[in-house]
């Protein structure tokens, strides 16, 4: 675990706040006292109102050692109820006409009326790239087998071909076997996930210590989503069944608070016994474990890299940054412990993101993260502290996925980039061993 004075890239005096010190004392204090049931215990000290607009607290870690009774019983009990009880369920149906085609709820439950022309371009797109995988998996007959679980799994060509159309993005009907596919490395064991679904099914008998804040944190976690939307409605037992179960899986890790918004992706796409097995596959391929356990080391060691690739590929900003004394910790922490998912760019862009992120795994966050700072260059380089942090800390607007994309790729796939990156971890490592 990583001593709680961090190399001098973290410190500030001006933002303090926003450092990691900061992130791991509150979530420390955090595991100590109980937390009021859907209230959020953040210090209501009137001189860091300003802060708190940029505050990190919202991903901190936040694994608790609850009442058992609470935790075991209590909370599962209305969850439960809820299961075998939905005709008492607030009833949505009045924004079933009122989503996108992500199924996000329009502002204020209006109906959209009119789609924005970058809209339907890109829905044009999708609907053509469809039809064009459709044509191209039956013609080369890829199809491995077909139903379990709502999933049918496909044996895609791991070429130069099948990559340059994942860049190009995956049309949204095809995600999510394209998905599997990525994070199982092109592995087709069915066996080992019939396997995990008997283990999710026997993790859910289990009870967990981490069950009050998982509840806690389920509702203030996508609402916007029709899906999400429903107090102890179908996706929201959803979520809260594969944390508890992945809590008891990963007992290291148990449960941080970033893991939510990272679900409710997967649960848009899968069912939730798959949404488990996706779970295990990223904590896998990305190495997710170290994101998560106490000391956040992959967090850290994010920060260390990705301004190590600020200074090679967006060195005016991070002159700009030091200048402000805004550190990675001050807005990335948000960025990463989520996977970009908790609003930071539009949800079509997201899911570009994701394309790439199951592609390549975490490594690409990196690029992601530069590339978004260069897509904002303009203003953030005319912008003060506070300006700087509001824009950072809110969701950044991305208009042409295909530039930003196209620019992550550039800078990943550039020769001699991959060694780099092992070179800049390396050095972190070493600083990191050195303060221990």
Request: net charge positive; hydrophobic share 35%.
């Amino acid at each position: 675990m990583l001593k709680r004075d961090q190399p001098s890239y973290f410190s500030t005096s001006k933002i303090k706040d926003y450092s990691y010190d900061s992130f791991r004392t509150k979530s420390k204090i955090s595991r100590q006292k109980s937390t009021p049931r859907l209230r959020n215990n953040d210090d209501n000290n009137e001189n860091n109102k300003s802060l708190r607009r940029h505050s990190i607290h919202s991903v901190s870690r936040l694994s608790m050692q609850s009442n058992p009774r609470d935790s075991s019983s209590d909370i599962r009990m209305i969850y439960d109820y809820y299961h075998f009880n939905q005709s008492n369920l607030r009833k949505d149906e009045k924004f079933s006409s009122n989503v996108d085609k992500y199924g996000f709820v329009t502002s204020e439950g209006k109906k959209i009326k009119v789609i924005p022309t970058q809209e339907k371009k890109r829905d044009k797109k999708d609907a053509k790239r469809s039809l064009k995988w459709a044509h191209w998996v039956s013609n080369n007959k890829l199809v491995v087998r077909s139903g379990n679980f709502g999933i049918s799994s496909y044996k895609f060509p791991w070429d130069s071909k099948f990559f340059k159309r994942i860049s190009k993005g995956i049309p949204d009907s095809w995600r999510s076997p394209v998905w599997y596919y990525l994070a199982t490395n092109g592995s087709t064991d069915t066996e080992f996930d019939e396997g995990l679904v008997k283990t999710y099914n026997d993790l859910l008998k289990l009870p967990s210590s981490h069950e009050r804040q998982i509840d806690l944190d389920i509702p203030r976690t996508l609402h916007s989503h029709i899906m999400f939307r429903t107090r102890y409605g179908p996706g929201q037992r959803a979520l809260f069944d594969v944390l508890r179960a992945f809590s008891n899986y990963d007992e290291q890790v148990g449960y941080c608070q970033g893991m939510t918004n990272i679900v409710t992706i997967l649960l848009m796409y899968y069912t939730e016994e798959y949404a488990f097995i996706m779970l295990t596959k990223l904590f896998t391929k990305c190495n997710l474990h170290d994101l998560f356990i106490p000391g956040f080391p992959a967090l850290m060691e994010s920060f260390y890299v990705q301004e190590k690739l600020m200074n090679k590929y967006a060195y005016k900003i991070l002159v700009h940054f030091k200048n402000l004394q805004i550190s990675s910790t001050a807005y990335a922490t948000r960025w990463y412990i989520t996977l970009f998912t908790s609003e930071v760019v539009p949800h079509h862009t997201l899911l570009r993101i994701w394309d790439l992120l199951m592609l390549y795994g975490f490594d690409i966050l990196y690029f992601v993260a530069v590339a978004l700072l260069k897509y904002s260059e303009a203003i953030l380089l005319s912008s003060d502290f506070d300006r700087a942090l509001t824009m950072l800390s809110s969701s950044i607007k991305v208009t042409d996925d295909d530039k930003l994309t196209k620019k992550i790729r550039k800078m990943y796939n550039k020769k001699g980039t991959q060694k780099l990156i092992v070179n800049f971890k390396e050095e972190y490592r070493n600083q990191s061993h050195l303060s221990i």
